[in-house]
């Protein structure tokens, strides 16, 4: 939780008003003064985070429009290196190493005497949340981009 100072300010302002003006009526307007002050803050941070985001959006409708291929297909190139790497890595990763705790856990319960304490061991860390995560960001984008084609939106115009 991120701690504004515009609202702290503005909070404080509030309990002042209620301390300064007995009168209901005229603290209402110096709180309705000092809410109004926060909403334009807020408005104006909203106003600068949608203005960044456009221009990422004008940056990346650039580069899907330029004729170099390289620029144009370095998104698609990421996403085929991703699966890739998926699948002649982590998965026979993932494979070998259940295969070896298997064997691990089967050889221990064959030899367990039943008066001993059984333990069995962890199952391994894969190592596969760093490239999970990062092909399932990008499978995010793409069922953002199947959607724009459903509804009939080009990006390639």
């Known amino acids: 939780m991120s701690i504004n100072p515009l609202d702290s300010l503005v909070n404080v302002g ?3 008003a209620k301390r300064v003006w007995p009168d209901p009526a005229q603290q209402a307007m ?5 809410e109004e ?9 909203l106003d ?3 203005k960044s985001l456009t221009g990422q959006l004008e940056i990346n409708l650039a580069d899907a429009k330029s004729t170099n291929w390289f620029q144009a297909n370095w998104r698609p190139a990421i996403g085929w290196v991703g699966a890739v790497s998926l699948a002649l890595t982590y998965i026979p990763k993932a494979l070998v190493i259940t295969y070896i705790w298997t064997y691990q856990s089967i050889t221990l319960l064959s030899n367990w005497d039943g008066v001993a304490p059984m333990i069995i061991p ?3 860390d894969l190592g596969v949340s760093d490239i999970i995560g990062l092909l ?3 499978l995010g984008i ?7 084609k459903k509804q ?3 990006t390639k115009k």
């Open 30 to 34: 110096q709180i309705l003064k000092l």
């Open 14 to 16: 509030i309990e002042i």
């Open 122 to 124: 962890e199952f391994p």
């Open 152 to 154: 009939g939106t080009d």
């Open 136 to 138: 399932m960001s990008m």
């Open 48 to 50: 600068a985070q949608v």
């Open 37 to 45: 002050l926060r909403q334009k803050g807020d408005l104006a941070e």
């Open 142 to 148: 793409a069922a953002m981009r199947s959607y724009d």
